[in-house]
């Protein structure tokens, strides 16, 4: 019973289509029309054929029949919806926005935005005019009504503000993923307008910000790891140079024994400075020598040497006086003591 009652369904549906006028055949002839009835022999005798004809055909085919019937009334229905959409009023050439125009304002009002966000001159596409179609299903006025409700609940929490900044709202847009054209933006950035809104400056300060701080922190990091080094690097040098002074101290404190020996030998009579020549005084010079190679890298062979100077500075740390000259003197005599000199 259900299948021959689809079945029955679907041959209406598809006489219907194929006859528009068919509902005709069913409308008695009316009282008082004051005139005859139409003629719908012919328009009855092809229904019938056509129902005779899908009559005969299988629950398959006929199923076929209606789905492909069906199909196409959606294809007609859908082609006449976008014909009568691209005949509304803000869909017309002339509610084209002019961007070069609407770039120079200072602000803008919050519809005059979302109407520019859908490329449409706000002068024209305008809420108080949209509004009254707002019972109707329209595609565009579907979208304006759903971008103005996000519109509208960002300023109640201060995301947007109306009358907004140009660049604010292009900021709030591409932040939200809402498609604007991208003519307009560039016609605004054109003007040296920042497309940015608080919360984009402040997450681009913050990620700056981070960096920065690692970046110092690393540097930090490497100058107290040259700092310590530098540190270690100065106590060794502070160690071996304690240890080079402790070694000079030594060898000055035996200078000044040699130089106390000398300066407490008694003069003894004319005749007999020739024994200054003695086995004794070629020692304490050969000493002196030894002691100027050894601890002061002294060459006599150099004609100018700072070996003495440092010799008679040293003496002098250690409240030993003696002359620059008189040390060079005695070291020039030690010197011809050394072998070949």
């Given at each position: 019973?259900?299948?021959?009652?689809?079945?029955?369904?679907?041959?209406?549906?598809?006489?219907?289509?194929?006859?528009?006028?068919?509902?005709?055949?069913?409308?008695?002839?009316?009282?008082g029309?004051?005139?005859?009835?139409?003629?719908?022999?012919?328009?009855?005798?092809?229904?019938?054929?056509?129902?005779?004809?899908?009559?005969?055909?299988?629950?398959?085919?006929?199923?076929?029949?209606?789905?492909?019937?069906?199909?196409?009334?959606?294809?007609?229905?859908?082609?006449?919806?976008?014909?009568?959409?691209?005949?509304?009023?803000?869909?017309?050439?002339?509610a084209?926005?002019?961007?070069?125009?609407?770039?120079?304002?200072?602000?803008?009002?919050?519809?005059?935005?979302?109407a520019?966000?859908?490329?449409?001159?706000?002068?024209?596409?305008?809420?108080?005019?949209?509004?009254?179609?707002?019972?109707?299903?329209?595609?565009?006025?579907?979208?304006?009504?759903?971008?103005?409700?996000?519109?509208?609940?960002?300023?109640?929490?201060?995301?947007?503000?109306?009358?907004?900044?140009?660049?604010?709202?292009?900021?709030?847009?591409?932040?939200?993923?809402?498609?604007?054209?991208?003519?307009?933006?560039?016609?605004?950035?054109?003007?040296?307008?920042?497309?940015?809104?608080?919360?984009?400056?402040?997450?681009?300060?913050?990620?700056?910000?981070?960096v920065?701080?690692?970046?110092l922190?690393?540097?930090?990091?490497d100058?107290?790891?040259?700092?310590?080094?530098?540190?270690?690097?100065?106590?060794?040098?502070?160690?071996?140079?304690?240890?080079?002074?402790?070694?000079?101290?030594?060898?000055?404190?035996?200078?000044?024994?040699?130089?106390?020996?000398?300066?407490?030998?008694?003069?003894?009579?004319?005749?007999?400075?020739?024994?200054?020549?003695?086995?004794e005084?070629?020692?304490?010079?050969?000493?002196?020598?030894?002691?100027?190679?050894?601890?002061?890298?002294?060459?006599?062979?150099?004609?100018?040497?700072?070996?003495?100077?440092?010799?008679?500075?040293?003496l002098?740390?250690?409240?030993?006086?003696?002359?620059?000259d008189?040390?060079?003197?005695?070291?020039?005599?030690a010197?011809?003591?050394?072998?070949?000199?």
């Open positions: 019973m259900a299948k021959q009652f689809f079945h029955n369904e679907g041959i209406d549906y598809l006489v219907r289509r194929r006859f528009p006028l068919s509902s005709l055949l069913n409308v008695g002839p009316s009282l029309s004051g005139g005859p009835p139409p003629d719908t022999r012919e328009l009855r005798i092809a229904v019938d054929a056509f129902r005779n004809e899908l009559a005969a055909l299988t629950p398959e085919e006929l199923a076929a029949r209606v789905s492909k019937e069906r199909a196409r009334e959606f294809e007609q229905l859908r082609a006449k919806a976008e014909q009568e959409e691209r005949e509304r009023f803000y869909n017309q050439p002339h084209r926005a002019d961007f070069v125009h609407w770039a120079k304002a200072a602000h803008w009002t919050l519809d005059e935005a979302i520019l966000s859908f490329g449409r001159a706000p002068e024209i596409v305008r809420w108080e005019k949209l509004q009254k179609f707002a019972a109707y299903d329209w595609p565009f006025l579907t979208q304006y009504v759903r971008r103005r409700d996000l519109a509208l609940r960002a300023k109640a929490w201060e995301q947007l503000y109306d009358p907004v900044l140009p660049g604010l709202f292009l900021a709030w847009a591409k932040r939200t993923d809402i498609e604007v054209p991208p003519e307009l933006i560039e016609e605004v950035e054109s003007r040296g307008v920042q497309v940015a809104d608080w919360k984009s400056l402040y997450e681009d300060a913050a990620t700056a910000l981070k920065a701080k690692a970046t922190e690393a540097r930090i990091a100058w107290k790891q040259l700092s310590e080094r530098a540190q270690a690097a100065l106590v060794a040098e502070q160690d071996r140079a304690i240890e080079i002074i402790d070694g000079k101290s030594r060898q000055i404190a035996s200078l000044q024994e040699r130089v106390a020996l000398l300066e407490g030998v008694p003069e003894k009579p004319r005749v007999e400075e020739k024994s200054l020549a003695t086995r005084r070629e020692s304490l010079l050969k000493l002196i020598i030894g002691m100027a190679r050894g601890g002061y890298a002294y060459d006599p062979k150099l004609s100018r040497s700072n070996v003495p100077q440092e010799i008679a500075d040293d002098a740390k250690h409240d030993v006086v003696l002359d620059v008189t040390v060079r003197k005695w070291l020039r005599e010197a011809q003591l050394m072998p070949g000199g």
